[in-house]
């Protein structure tokens, strides 16, 4: 196996066994159980995945893309085993933010950074194509580091339960219809369908962009300025739309470079 498949094998094997050690304190072991089961059969198969030859000049190997549905399986599987959030950590991260003038929603100002927020998602399959188009292939590198990444950030929720900032935005802070808060809505409809209502501490979004970054960048791809830039992007997204707090937008991105820094070095 490659090492970023061991890695989500054990990172799942680790889910499935606190499931089952939570099963009579936590109601949603179940499920928590039934996503990291996926995610160990996700991880099992990947090297079992056939290349395919479209023509006689593309060829796609789709073990190198098998791992992107490890991806929201790790993201899901921790959540149902979290119990009540953390009240104490949630001030002291609001208390940190208040300091840094941080806690007010300012989209008017900040419609960009909204934008590339949406941009997370795409970021890492396109960060993989970035890689394998380079001619360095360095694929085990990208996955390595990139679950080196977030896997800690998906991984800690149970112990460090804490709500997103955005929670606690009184209703009519949200500015009127401008294309800027259209982003916006879209952004917390996707959360609204697919998130787990939960803050990861630390945040998994800033954690990955900057990994995607770092290994774009190693890669010598010429797109390594437009990455940089995104995860940058991303980074400030998360704590001006109050979808992060900043300590956790500023150890993602710290956790996130150095795997990307310490895979390639």
Do not use: K
Not at 22 to 46: K, N, Q, Y
Not at 117 to 122: D, I, N, Q
Not at 240 to 247: F, L, M, N, P, T
Not at 248 to 264: E, K, P, Q
């Amino acid at each position: 196996m490659r090492p970023g498949e061991t890695l989500a094998l054990g990172y799942f094997l680790v889910v499935c066994g606190a499931a089952l050690a939570l099963m009579r304190r936590r109601p949603g072991w179940r499920r928590a159980f039934g996503w990291a089961s996926a995610g160990v059969l996700v991880a099992t198969t990947s090297r079992f995945a056939p290349a395919l030859e479209l023509s006689d000049v593309v060829r796609i190997h789709l073990r190198d893309w098998w791992l992107l549905l490890a991806l929201p399986l790790a993201y899901w599987a921790p959540a149902p085993l979290a119990g009540a959030a953390n009240v104490r950590l949630e001030r002291w991260l609001q208390r940190i933010d208040a300091r840094l003038g941080l806690t007010r929603l300012d989209l008017g100002a900040h419609g960009v950074l909204e934008f590339a927020y949406l941009l997370v998602y795409p970021m890492v399959p396109a960060g993989l194509l970035a890689v394998t188009t380079s001619g360095t292939y360095l694929v085990a590198e990208f996955w390595s580091a990139l679950l080196a990444a977030v896997l800690p950030c998906y991984g800690l929720l149970p112990l460090l339960p804490t709500r997103p900032p955005r929670a606690f935005l009184m209703p009519d802070s949200e500015p009127a219809d401008t294309a800027t808060t259209c982003v916006r809505r879209a952004n917390i409809r996707f959360f609204a369908m697919f998130g787990n209502t939960w803050n990861t501490l630390p945040s998994g979004h800033a954690a990955g962009a900057a990994a995607v970054a770092v290994m774009v960048w190693r890669s010598g791809s010429p797109l390594a300025p437009v990455f940089a830039l995104l995860a940058i992007g991303i980074a400030l997204g998360t704590v001006r739309g109050r979808y992060h707090y900043a300590v956790d937008t500023m150890l993602g991105a710290a956790l996130g470079a150095g795997a990307g820094i310490i895979v390639f070095g």
